[in-house]
Structure formats: C-alpha cells, structure tokens
C-alpha cells in the first residue's frame, strides 16, 4: 500500500483532516471519504464540470486536482451555498426558471455560477454563456440556466445595493 | 354558484394542469442532495472494475489472474470461466440474441468487458485490472456493415453461426441478423414505374452515443441469509429489469428489488441490462457482501448503448406538381457483435414504418437489413421511439430532395403533401394510425413568425452577391412522431405488454401518495403527474407524493423511455384518479341525501345542482371514507390502481425552421434563429414542456453539427472521452424560440401525447435541412451528418468557393 498523507483544509467553513494516497482525487476524497456527494463525477478529464468545486476562490474541477495538492485551502462546494437555512440567490434562480432538469450537473453549475458572479456580478448572456462553458448539462440546453443566472445576479445586486 | 374569483382563487390552490408549477423535484438537487447511484455506500461494499479487450475481434488464448490476486486490496477475480457454473456467462438481450457477459474464448469488439476485479475501493481495482493479464490472438475485424455479409467475410459471432434465427426470422449469412420488410412492394414499384418524377438518396444515420452526464452503474447487494437481491441501478426501466434479473439469476422475481434513485439523465443509455450489472450481482452472490460497478465516461461511450448506425436509401416517386405517390426507403442497420438493440418483440427495426412522416403517401414500402460487426452492440433509441429518428431523418430530408428536383418552395411542397385536418385520424400505407393533427396550421404559423418570404428573399439576393463571405440556409422539418409505446397487441419487450400503471392512495386529511411503473431521469414527473391528480381529484399539487423507480413499492410498468410517460402512466394516473373520483362521488351522494346523477363536480368539490350551497369537498370526502359514514356495503378508503394499455400510440407534430449562416472560408456553421412550434395535445406543465424542448433541441444539435463514433479499419475507437465526442457547451447551443399549438390526443384520458423526444427527432433534419439548402443553388442535394466546420469546409472546398 501507498504512503498516505494526512491533509487539512477548510471545507464549506468547517475544518477537516484527512489520510489519503498521494494519487488520490479531490472529488474521490470529498465523495467517499468527508461524505459531500454533491459534487459529482461526469467524466474524470475535466471536460464536464460536474465536479466543480470552490477552492481559495477559483473554480476547480475536483476531478483532475489531487487532494494533497488541496492542503491549508479554502473550500465551498455546493453544499456550502445555503446560509443558516437560506438558499443561496442562485440556488432559489436555478428553481424558479427551471434551470436544472436532472439535476446531476446542477452543484456543479452552481459552485461554477458563484465564483463567475464573484468575478463579474452583471455579466451579459454571453459573458454567462463564456463563463460556464466549462460546465456541460445535457438536459435544459442551457438556456434557462443562463436566465437563472441573470436572475440571481439582479438579485444579488438588489441586496448589495440595500445594504450599502 | 361561487363568484369567479373564488372560483379561480380555488383552482389556482390545486396548481393543477395547465399551470407552470415549479418543480417539486428540484429542492434535494439544488442542495446536493440527489442520490444517485455512486453516491450510495453501503458496509463492506466491495468495488468492481472490468478489465476490457484492446482487440475489436480476437481469440482469448489465456487469462493470468495471478498478479492482479496479489495486489493490495484485490479480492477475487472473475472471468466467463467463474461465470459458466451459474451459467451467467451469457445472457439474453432485449433484442431476441443472447450477448457475452464476460468473453467466453473470444472477444468482438474492443473494450468488450473480459474480467472484473473485486477490491476494497476502487483505486485498488483499477490496479488490479491493470493487472491481469489475457494473452490475445487478433483476428481480422469488419468494421463496415457494407462488408458484414461478403461470401468471405470472417465470422463474428461463432457461438450462433449455425443458427438460423436469432429471434427475428431467418438469417442468410453468419453475419446476418435479420430482415424486415413492411408495407406493398409490388405497389410502390409499380408507382415508382409510372411516375412523372423519381428520386433516390443515400443518407446516413452515423452511430452516435446518448451519453447523459451520469454513466451506467449498479451497487448489487445479495444477501445470503435472506436470498434477497436488492440492485440499485440508475435505469429507465426499473420493473423490466428485474424481471430480466429474474430470468438469469434464477432468484424469484419476488426476492429482487430493484430501486432506481435519482437517475443523472437516460436518453435510452440506460434502458437494456449490461454486463456489468450481471457481473456485479454474480460477484455480491458469489462474495456475500455488497459490489459497487460504475462506469467511466469512456466506458460508457465505447460499450454501453450506442443509438442509430443506420445506413439509409430513401426514394420518392411523385406527380410533375410534386404530389408524392410512393415511398421505398432501405436501411442497413450495424447492430454491432450482439444484438442488443432494444426493440419490441414483433418490431425488430422499432417503429421504422412510421417513415411516411406527416404526409399522405398512398403507396409504401421499407426493408431493414440488420449485420453484425465488430463494434459494440446496442442501437438504443436516443432521445427518440425506436428507430424513429432515423425514420423522420429519411422522410425530411426526402421531401426537400424532391423539392429541389422539381423547383417547388420547401414549404410549399410540405403543403400540398400533408395529411389534412379533416382527414384524421389517418391511417398510413404501413397501418399506423394518425390519431390527430392540424399540420398544415402549425406550418403556417411558423412561416408567418418568421417572416419565411422576406428570409427566402433575403437568400435570394445572397445568393446573387458572388461576394457575400456567408451561405444562408434555411432548414424546414414538419415532422410527425410515435411515442407512447404501446398497445400490448403490437408492442411486447420479452413478452410482457407495454402498458404502464398508476397506484393512489388518498389518505384521510387530504395527502395522496402516487406510484408509478416510470422512471424519472429529470422530466419533473413528481410535479406532472401531481398535477394531473390535483386536477381529477381537487386536492392541491402540493400534497401530493410521486414514487417511482423502487420495485417494491411500485406497481409493475415498462419505465421510461419512448416518450411514454405522459401518454401511459399519465393516462393510468387520470384512470386510477377517476376509479378514486367515482367512489367520492357514491360518498358525497350519501353525505348529501341525493341521488349521484343530482351531483356536480367544480374544481375541488361536488354540488348538488340547483342547490350550490350544499356541497361537500374532496377534503371532507377522504376523511369521511376512512369512517363508518359511508354508503352500504361499501369498504373504507379511497385507493385505485390502474393499468393502463393504450388503444393506439400518440402522434405528437410539430413544425421547425431553422436558419443558418455558414462561412465560406472555414465551413463553420452558425445558427441565426432556431423556431420550434411543437404540438403535443393537452398541456400539463407548460414549463416543463418548455424545459424538455430546449434540451431535446440542444441534443438535435449535437447530433446534427458534431456527434459521431468514429472507428479505424481495425475496430479501435478514435473518439470516446469527451475530448473528441461532442457535446455543446453553453457557447456553441443556440438560443431556441418555441411555441405551440393544441391538437388534444382523442384517444388519451385527459388528451395528452409525448413531448420530450419531438424535438430531437424533429430539430436534426431541420438542421441537416437548414445545412444542407445553403448549399441547393450550387447543385447539393445531401451531405451526411455530422456538419461539423471541417466536413462543411470541405464541401466548400469541393465546389470552390472556399476561395477569396
């Protein structure tokens, strides 16, 4: 058996500490080892997104990071998004405009959506389109996730403004 | 009598047909709380990984299990050799043939699945089956189905070489699987004889893959002491399922549950039973402890479940004013090394026949021939009934060929070819009958929202400009579909019919719980089908539960596929809701001292008419059936089971114009407007329907501009990962403008058809055909999918106005 490596990071928050193999996948680890089964697996080449989760504030597809490589971050996956019983602007978007169908690349699309609204919070259609090119959905066509999308971004501007 | 607004104040609390109600599905996937297959973890489970040819035909000489045995974490190995005692080394399929489990002595196509490895997780059993090691003798590989059936072509399948029949009539070559034919020959040749106009096309249905985001997998759990079975699976059809476990297993169907969870997309992919699942039970059975197979992407797409493959001839014989006479289309279908295309007993090339489209053709005649190759098997239907894609592929894209010999306008020929509204229902030359249609008013409301005569002239004056750097095309399909399989005189899978079934139980406060013999893979069925219950019985969407997908606690249905939800569990569900509806009633009489025929039904409750103040609602009515209080001899509680077998298919239409731009220079093909009216009767869920449309769409799409399995002469792969299979992200999929009209089913309770699979079937000849009439002044009748920039480029370059 492989040496294992005792890893920490943060992870929706909360502080975890796990062993695993230097060969071990990100996705592999937060699926079958920290019990977050929300992200999930499409492909294993980074080519679907279903994975993607939110580490030190870039979108990562956890299938093509190793866990050791993931020591001292930051992490959100989609389990992380709702706050104290609330759902995340984009979470309740994805449900009113019937931006998921499946709902196997929906925590991808959404831990995606968030860090493109940190990047850009009143991106266009296209800016939206580019945006989440990296995460494919094979059932809504991806229009009524591009509305979802604007959707929480007004909603989300709304609340900035209210509270500035 | 209520005013009106309390009246719709009423009706807008059941949330019932007809309403765009959010769905109920969503709150656990936006939470990440789905539970799909590889989410499920269960003690001791044991993860299995298939170790798979290199060769697309070799003899196994030996298999090594020795190294992969030693290394850390391996448990077992099993082969077709551990495999025959319990004699699961072959099973049958859902196509009338029998396909390898584990390769017994010899492997057909590459990445056939040749041995499993048991271990602890699965970075061990990826290890383990890197391990073992199977020493090959390449045989020679027929990769062309062209070449199947050749005097000296090489045997591919020797287990049955001596078979005459392999479930579909007699065979003529080794090679060969079956031949169906439909329709009058001699009829259509005598038309074809004395027609004004013929013409005749080759049009190729490439093999594609369905591919949904999810892959295929099981978690088998047997348990020893009990010799209960418990498979979950992420399937389309979780009841046929078992009963096929069943029949290999020997285990009573009684003693298997199979639950389907929450299912990551099907498309078809995961309708048949694959070997993977057959090893992963026999290793749970043979091991004691639960076993976990799921695959990767490439495993999916270069062995489980690829659609289509259909290598068509399409020919019209027509009158001088364009008015067709006769239809002969042939296709040669690669079933690949088995035939596991899943396909109703008495229609082995599916619902083919269904290829005279929306149009009144008098004379009709169609053959398949299906082969087998050194490729996988399968021949799903993707995103479509079986084999109606490549039948409506055939026939849209045959009228515009026919449109472009004779100088008629695309639309107009549609026009003076389409079965009339007074005409229904119609029944064809092969005998379907059309139950409703008003085609030639979705055409034409297609045609006025798009402006169809400014963009013809705008076409026109491109054309002209010698230096315009774009083609503009414009693609036309009026299709029409067959979806709700089926009537169980016509249609049966392993014998059993393809009715489907609906049970209700209404619960004393008012809480229903529905169960159903589908399976949902992210059509909203927990919402649609609530709907229709809030609906019949006036008690609100919201309290309504849907279960479908565990065999133990459904009633017995064929599942999910073909477009057959709404047109038979939806219909078993208003029957079921009416059995449940009539006894209320019998309730409500007595409660009110009336007669039932003084009784009136409004929204949510019964009136007694003339006497509106008197009245008892359904919410009154489910408490009162669980008391005493209730008519003479009758029992307690409102429950009702249906099955449901429909008396004729559902025959949703629809319309679709696409225009595209291509550019000269690099063949790239960009979709300007894509406009889809679909009619599919009865509206349940308006949103949902909107939903199912952009997806079966963006899926045209993929199939039209870029999806193919491509294959070198010795039978390798050389597009399996997404890497090379296309699947369009945001940035390639158009934005997509739909609209509808209602031509209510008159055979369906509550006049509903199928509505997921129209726009697949009808947006990829409306691609081809936008493709495609780009290039019609420069003398192009056809060019075969996929149009992707580069293949487009080349027809560019073959004319020479690539060129600046």
Known sequence: MASTHKVSFKLNGKGVEVMVEPRELLIHTLREKLAHTGPHIGCETSHCGACTVDVDGLSVKSCTVLTVQCDGAEMLTVEGLEQGGVLHALQQAFHEEHGLQCGYCTPGMLTRAYRLLKENPNPTEQEIRYGIAGNLCRCTGYQNIVKAVQSAAKKLAAAQTATA | ?804
């Open chain 2, 1 to 804: 009598m209520g005013d009106l607004s309390e009246l719709q104040e009423r009706e807008q609390k059941l949330q019932g047909m007809g309403t765009s109600l959010l769905r109920k599905e969503d709150a656990k996937f936006i939470r990440g709380q789905g539970n799909y297959v590889d989410d499920i973890k269960l003690p001791g489970m044991l993860f299995g990984a298939l170790v798979r040819s290199p060769y697309a035909h070799a003899r196994i000489k030996s298999i090594d299990k020795t190294k992969a045995l030693a290394a850390p974490g391996v448990v077992a190995v099993l082969t077709a050799d551990d495999l025959k005692p319990v004699n699961l080394h072959w099973m049958p399929t859902l196509g009338g043939d029998v396909q390898a489990v584990l390769a017994d002595k010899k492997v057909c196509f590459q990445m056939q699945e040749v041995a499993m490895v048991l271990a602890s997780d699965r970075y061990a059993a990826a290890d383990g089956a890197a391990l073992v090691e199977v020493d090959y003798e390449e045989l020679p590989a027929i990769v062309d189905p062209k070449k199947s059936m050749a005097a000296d072509a090489p045997i591919i399948r020797e287990d049955i070489a001596d078979k005459k029949e392999v479930g579909h009539g007699p065979r003529t070559h080794p090679n060969h699987i079956f031949t169906w034919e439909a329709g009058d020959k001699a009829s259509a040749d005598a038309a074809f004889a004395s027609a004004a106009v013929t013409v005749r096309e080759e049009i190729l249905n490439p093999r594609v893959h369905p591919c949904p985001l999810e892959t295929c997998g099981c978690v088998a759990s047997f348990n020893k002491a009990t010799g209960y079975l418990t498979v979950y699976m992420t399937t389309q059809a979780p009841h046929l399922v078992r009963t096929v476990l069943a029949m290999l297993s020997g285990v009573a169907e009684s003693k298997i549950r199979v639950v389907g969870g929450d299912i990551g997309g099907g498309f078809g992919n995961k309708v048949p039973v694959y070997p993977g699942y057959v090893v992963a039970i026999v290793a749970s059975i043979v091991t004691g402890v639960p076993v976990k197979w799921i695959e990767s992407r490439i495993e999916n797409i270069s062995t489980t479940g690829f659609a289509r493959d259909y290598h068509g001839v399409g020919e019209l014989a027509a009158d001088k004013d364009g008015r067709i006479k006769a239809l002969r289309f042939t296709a040669l279908a690669d079933h690949g090394a088995f035939n596991s295309h899943v396909s109703a007993t008495k229609l082995p090339a599916g619902l083919f026949s269904i290829c005279t489209g929306s149009y009144a053709i008098p004379s009709a005649y169609c053959r398949v021939d299906a082969v087998y190759t050194n490729k996988a098997p399968g021949g799903v239907a993707y995103r479509c009934s079986l084999r109606v894609t490549e039948a409506v592929y055939l026939i849209e894209r045959m009228i515009d060929v026919l449109a472009l010999k004779l100088g008629i306008d695309k639309a107009e020929i549609r026009r003076r070819n389409f079965v009339k509204a007074e005409q229904f229902p119609y029944t064809t030359a092969f005998g379907w009958t059309l139950d409703s249609g008003a085609y030639h008013a979705a055409l034409d409301k297609v045609l006025k929202a798009v402006d169809y005569e400014g963009l013809r002239r705008e076409q026109a004056a491109k054309r002209a400009d010698p230096n315009s750097p774009t083609l503009m095309g414009i693609g036309l399909a009026t299709f029409t579909e067959i979806v709700g399989a089926g009537p169980t005189k016509v249609c049966d899978i392993l014998g059993i019919g393809l009715f489907d079934s609906c049970e209700i139980r209404v619960h004393p406060t008012g809480g229903v719980i529905a169960r159903l013999g589908t399976m949902t893979q992210g059509q909203g069925h927990a919402t649609t089908y609530a709907q229709i219950i809030a609906t019949e019985l006036g008690l609100p969407a919201s309290d309504i539960v849907v279960e479908e997908g565990d065999t133990d606690k459904a009633p017995y249905g064929a599942g999910t596929w073909g477009s057959r939800s709404t047109p038979v569990s939806g219909a078993a569900t208003a029957q079921a809701a009416r059995k449940i509806k009539d006894k209320a009633k019998k309730i409500a009489a007595h409660l009110l001292e009336v007669a039932e025929g003084d009784l009136e039904w409004e929204i949510d409750r019964f009136k007694v008419k003339g006497n509106p103040s008197q009245a008892k609602t359904m919410k009154e009515i489910c408490m009162v059936s669980h008391t005493s209080n209730i008519p003479a001899g009758m029992e307690q509680g409102l429950n009702a089971v249906s099955y449901y077998d429909p008396p004729n298919m559902t025959f949703p239409f629809g319309a679709y114009l696409c225009v595209v731009d291509i550019d000269k220079y690099t063949g790239e093909v960009m979709v300007r407007r894509f406009y889809a009216l679909d009619d599919c009767g009865t509206r349940i869920n308006p949103m949902v329907i909107e939903g199912q449309i952009h997806g079966g769409l963006t899926e045209a799409f993929a199939v039209a501009m870029g999806q193919q399995i491509p294959f070198d002469e010795n039978g390798n792969h050389l597009g399996n990962s997404l890497m090379d299979y296309f699947l369009p992200t945001a940035m390639e999929t158009p934005h997509w403008e739909t609209d509808h009209t209602v031509t209510p089913c008159p055979h369906h309770p509550i006049g509903a058809k199928g509505v997921a699979e129209s726009p697949h079937v009808g947006g990829i000849p409306c691609f081809s055909n936008a493709v495609i009439d780009a290039f019609a002044h420069l003398g192009v009748r056809h060019m075969d999918m996929p149009h992707s920039a580069y293949r487009v480029w080349q027809q560019c370059n073959a004319l020479g106005i690539n060129k600046r």
